[in-house]
């Protein structure tokens, strides 16, 4: 079955690095996703990776994949105020029909 | 903007009402999918349309049901409302199954049952 699961909650400093992190279970044909939501907001799609990929960039993010362990992270560089909100990981799958299995989130705090 | 959009913003009725939230998809995307996000659930696949067929199924109640018209719009319509239906609902669009991957989110439509 499908099941994404990422930790809850991060904080960091304005200027660090932010890593979320996410663990999937499920490997046919899989799709991996990150969105972001703000407060009140719908899910903006920040980037996805296929699961034949071990890496992604697209400016200051970049995304990693160890597909031996099922397990995918999220790196910010240079994390500003303006990043902090809900960062979800998603996996979609040809048997699943590509709609998308949601982690339950993590949040994403950034301290000035 | 992601180019989905959904209407109402936001839905207040009262329990054992009919609702019928709406979304249009982005420009040329033929497949509509819809979420429903609520804090003790959190985000789970409802439904999924393509070119006005039904293609997948998630945990979608019987109460609920949905349909994607010839102009791509798709309608979610929600009977016999309960307090525990009150969530925010989402619709994604995306090209379709095998041409793109990626799923667009309109701004949702937040659901308050009382």
């Given at each position: ?17 932010s890593v979320i ?71 979609s799958t040809e ?18 | ?114």
């Open positions: 079955g499908e099941d994404v699961e990422q930790s809850l909650f991060l904080s960091v400093r304005e200027g660090d690095s992190n996410c663990t999937y279970t499920d490997s046919s044909s899989t799709y991996l996703y990150w969105y972001k939501q703000e407060p009140g907001a719908g899910l903006q799609l920040l980037t996805y990776i296929f699961s034949n990929m071990d890496m992604k960039q697209d400016q200051r993010l970049t995304v990693l994949l160890n597909k031996k362990d099922k397990h995918l992270s999220l790196r910010i560089a240079d994390t500003q105020t303006g990043d902090s909100a809900i960062y979800f990981c998603a996996e048997t699943g029909r590509r709609a998308l299995t949601f982690g339950s989130g993590t949040r994403l705090q950034v301290q000035p | 903007d992601s180019g989905v959009t959904q209407t109402p913003k936001h839905l207040i009725t009262a329990t054992g009402q009919r609702v019928t939230l709406r979304c249009s998809p982005r420009s040329g995307d033929l497949s509509v999918y819809w979420y429903q996000q609520s804090l003790d659930q959190g985000l789970q696949f409802l439904i999924q349309y393509y070119n006005g067929e039904e293609r997948a199924k998630g945990n979608i109640l019987e109460r609920f049901s949905a349909q994607q018209f010839p102009d791509l719009h798709s309608e979610l319509n929600l009977s016999s409302l309960e307090l525990g239906d009150s969530a925010l609902y989402f619709c994604a669009s995306s090209v379709g199954p095998g041409q793109s991957y990626e799923q667009y989110f309109g701004p949702g439509t937040r659901l308050t049952v009382t």
